[in-house]
């Protein structure tokens, strides 16, 4: 079994990668970090985000080289399915990958803060915000934001005891499935006091997310 901390950076929303970083969990490996040519101009807003130029990748190799090592079993990351969306631009398989998204298990975990983006639910968690600082600067750089992914991990592990790759991802995936309607004229409704009609019109939507499927089959009667 071989689980990787992993980040992409991407030339525009959706796009393909222009940086792809990994590094082992648990321990303390080094950080793979690769540079990549998306085949495309590269979009100013996600320019804005991770400040990676066209003529910084102007000789990188082309995106769809990329690949995964082998004995690959656990990808995590922060909203992984991003990320699992840009690999899949690559060409890389990971239907036998199992994703654990520390996104949803901050958002399981401290329900509470106001904000769960990587950035945010460190400084909430963090003794020293000072401290905190300095590593969360560099956030939105795919090697950054793997480092910043690891020591999130050592505060699930503080609060879960948690700390293996398939306890993570049970997890994980128990953490996917909402409690409260994400989106709608329903939004923040608690999904077991969804009215009956608007349950089974939603079952009836197709591509329906899988995670809010088992949230009503769990709460609400076929």
């Known amino acids: ?6 980040d992409t950076e991407t ?26 040519h998306p085949q495309e101009p590269m979009d100013p807003a996600a320019m804005a985000v ?21 004995d690959t079993t656990h990808l995590i990351g922060h909203n992984i399915d991003y990320d699992l969306q840009a690999l899949a631009r690559c060409g890389q398989d990971t239907s036998q990958i199992k994703a654990i998204c520390t996104l949803a298990i901050s958002r399981h975990l401290w329900p509470e803060l106001t904000s769960h983006t990587l950035s945010a639910v460190l400084y909430a968690l963090a003794r020293d915000p000072a401290k905190a600082r300095e590593q969360i600067r560099g956030a939105h750089d795919a ?9 999130l991990l050592q505060f699930i592990r503080r609060q879960t005891g948690l700390s293996d790759p398939e306890d993570l991802y049970t997890l994980s995936e128990q953490a996917r499935v909402p409690e409260h309607m994400p989106f709608g004229k329903h939004k923040g409704l608690p999904i077991r006091e969804l009215p009956e009609d608007y349950v089974q019109w939603l079952k009836r939507q197709s591509p329906l997310d899988p995670y809010l499927l088992q949230a009503l089959e769990r709460h609400r009667s076929p």
């Not at 066209?54 to 080289?65: C, E, L, S």
């Not at 090697?143 to 020591?151: G, Y």
């Open 143 to 151: 090697s950054a934001d793997v480092q910043l992914v690891r020591a």
């Open 50 to 70: 991770h400040h990676i130029l066209d003529a910084d990748v102007a000789d990188a190799p082309p995106y769809t080289t990329f690949r995964l090592p082998p």
């Open 1 to 6: 079994m071989s689980a990787l901390i992993l």
């Open 11 to 36: 030339h525009t929303f959706n796009g393909n990668p222009v940086q792809i970083a990994y590094l082992p969990y648990p321990g303390d490996g080094p950080c793979v970090n690769r540079f990549f």
